[in-house]
């Protein structure tokens, strides 16, 4: 077996390192990625997001042996770099910061309010259809998974399923593998997750993975909502779609909120982020709280 730590190899990848870290991106190319990505992503980047997408495109320059980002935007904007670049490039342009129970209060609202409601209405068995899109690594749809199951423990003609969908296809990986560390479970109530995961047999690096039963109810797919249809099939009950219209400006979040709400079913809930809004937005949401509302 090569020794792939040996002080040799130490040196010279510090050296390359060292040598990436003295690139500097020009504001010219900053400007084509960046309208690029704007055009093509939605994600708004202003000239003082320059330092953090070069320290991001870093790792890739290194990775693919470049020593420019003349040369990286060059292959990005080629036909093969187009094909198998443009999949990494969003990889690392997008913001994937999430949590398992962010902003508990929607949780307690479904929980206590949407729930009950559906099965008041349905008295048939049924299937409560949920999306969370931009769904990052899956701690909202697993977060969402353990709340629903736990409810139907005792409302048995309820059964749910929930679609994850986001731009990232590294993410996704994620988000389907389902494995987490301790750290990042650490704010789960403990009954939930002695209840909905098992725990890696590898004491040196632990880790849990929600139980298989969760995890078949979760189905993932890439969409990007600078689409203009997205190719769902169905019609949800609910939507969740938070902290991810913040990185889009006022037009785009407004086609982006008509663009799901055709996805969604009249009388069905959406949930957005807490620094989002639609105020003054021609969409057709009722507000029911600050960042939940009914479509109408
Ligand atoms: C900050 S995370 C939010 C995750 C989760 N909804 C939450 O609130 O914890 C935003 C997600 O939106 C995704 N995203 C950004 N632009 C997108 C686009 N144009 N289409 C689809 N997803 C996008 C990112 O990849 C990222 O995973």
Redesign the pocket.
């Given at each position: 077996m090569s020794d792939v730590f040996s002080p040799q190899h130490e040196k010279e990848t510090l050296s390359n390192l060292s040598a990436v870290y003295k690139l500097q991106m020009s504001d010219e190319i900053f400007e084509k990625l960046s309208q690029f990505i704007y055009s093509q992503?939605?994600?708004k980047m202003p000239m003082a997001k320059k330092v953090m997408l070069q320290s991001r495109l870093q790792r890739r320059l290194r990775e693919m042996k470049m020593d420019s980002y003349e040369q990286y935007c060059d292959f990005v904007f080629s036909k093969e770099g187009e094909a198998i670049e443009l999949v990494h490039m969003i990889d690392v342009v997008?913001?994937?910061?999430?949590?398992f129970f962010?902003e508990p209060a929607h949780f307690d609202f479904l929980r206590h309010t949407v729930l009950p409601e559906f099965v008041a209405l349905n008295k048939q068995k049924t299937t409560i259809k949920i999306w969370?899109a931009?769904?990052?690594s899956g701690?909202?749809v697993y977060t969402l998974a353990m709340v629903l199951s736990d409810f139907i423990e005792n409302n048995r003609n309820l059964d749910y399923s929930i679609l994850g969908?986001?731009?990232?296809s590294r993410?996704l990986q994620k988000a389907f593998d389902a494995v987490y560390t301790e750290e990042r479970v650490s704010n789960i109530p403990l009954e939930l997750k002695k209840k909905y995961f098992l725990r890696s047999r590898d004491r040196a690096k632990p880790t849990v993975r929600l139980i298989p039963e969760i995890r078949k109810k979760a189905s993932y797919q890439r969409?990007?909502?600078?689409d203009d249809s997205y190719h769902v099939q169905e019609k949800f009950d609910v939507i969740?779609c938070?902290?991810?219209l913040i990185?889009f400006d006022r037009d785009t979040q407004q086609k982006v909120i008509n663009r799901l709400c055709s996805h969604l079913k009249s009388g069905g809930y959406f949930f957005l982020?807490h620094s989002e809004s639609i105020t003054g937005m021609n969409v057709p949401l009722v507000q029911l709280k600050p960042t939940v509302f009914m479509k109408i």
């Open positions: 992503y939605g994600i997008t913001t994937n910061k999430t949590d962010r969370s931009g769904c990052s701690e909202e969908t986001d731009i990232s993410i969409l990007n909502f600078m969740f938070r902290n991810v990185y982020g």
